[in-house]
């Protein structure tokens, strides 16, 4: 998925005319990688690109807006469609691990406590000793 974020960044920028659309590519595809923080330094990147690169302030701003629009449809809509089919998670402890988290570290443990519950249950999915875990974790 994260190849295809960047596969698209880089003709959305190609398609606007900014110079090496291969190095916003893979700017996009490694941002992708960092969850919540990198999209959003990715969408101030973008801005800035935008704004040296185009005189326009309305055009300006459609880089920044189109990276938005195609991480928001790869995270949203087809990164869940692909996941929900073989991966589950406990909406009890889901509900705990949030508070949980959100007691310890505020709202950083909140937005971190679910993939660290994947984590978790990816982790006890593939050691055959905690495979019972795992299967209480996905509910």
């Known amino acids: 998925m994260n ?21 916003w590519g893979v700017v996009a595809f490694l941002l992708n990688y960092i969850p919540v923080i990198g999209p959003c330094f990715g969408v101030g990147l ?3 690109v935008g704004a040296l690169g185009i005189n326009s302030i309305w055009q300006a701003l459609l880089p920044a807006a189109c990276y938005l629009t195609i991480h928001l449809i790869e995270g949203q809509i087809v990164t869940p469609l692909i996941l929900a089919r ?11 691990t949030l508070v949980f988290w959100f ?11 679910i993939p ?5 249950k990816i982790i006890c999915d593939r050691i055959r000793p905690l495979a019972a875990l795992g299967h209480f974790l996905s509910g």
């Open 3 to 23: 190849g295809l974020v960047g596969i698209a960044t880089g003709l959305v920028m190609w398609g606007f005319g900014t110079g090496d659309p291969i190095l």
């Open 46 to 48: 973008f801005l800035l």
């Open 86 to 96: 073989r991966f589950t998670l406990n909406p009890v402890l889901v509900i705990m």
């Open 103 to 113: 007691w310890m570290w505020g709202v950083i443990g909140a937005v971190l406590s």
């Open 116 to 120: 660290m519950l994947a984590i978790a």
